[in-house]
């Protein structure tokens, strides 16, 4: 970037991008339970859910956990703690949204985000696309959305829960 910050007595520092991993993790609701499937800002119609303070959308939360990271607005629980009723069944979509206008408030535009699904199931190929659209309208920036699994290994093999990973960029606007 060309843009530059002056500090008082030292030479103009570039203004860079920066870049922060996030990470989320739930385990599924008892089957039985009748929770909905919330994965990338969509419903699964047909799959048990996953349990959490929230509607435990683990990629939206990678999502939102990378973008503070990078930022540097702390985690996933520093801005939406189990503590406040407020996020209580919230939404990954809404989640996500408040993420990146928190990022956006603090200075920053989002350039983009890479999040991974890690899982047996559900099967997401045949909605990836649309998960990669709902997942960037709601971060208001490309995210693109890809899967994975453990091949039977640990508790992801066991179908036991989900893992997301995201890695976001941001760069710094509005500070030359």
Known sequence: MTSTCDRPGTAPVPLLPRTGIGSDVHAF???????????????????TGLSGHSDGDVVAHACCDALFSAAGLGDLGSNFGTAEPRWRGA??????EEAARRVREAGFEIGNVAVQLVGARPRVSARAQEAAAALSAAAGAEVSFSATTTDGLGFLGRQEGLLALATALVYPVGRG
């Open 91 to 96: 939404s990954g979509t809404v989640l996500l």
């Open 29 to 47: 609701a008892d089957p039985g339970s009748g929770t909905p499937l919330h994965l990338a800002c969509l419903e699964w119609p047909g799959e």
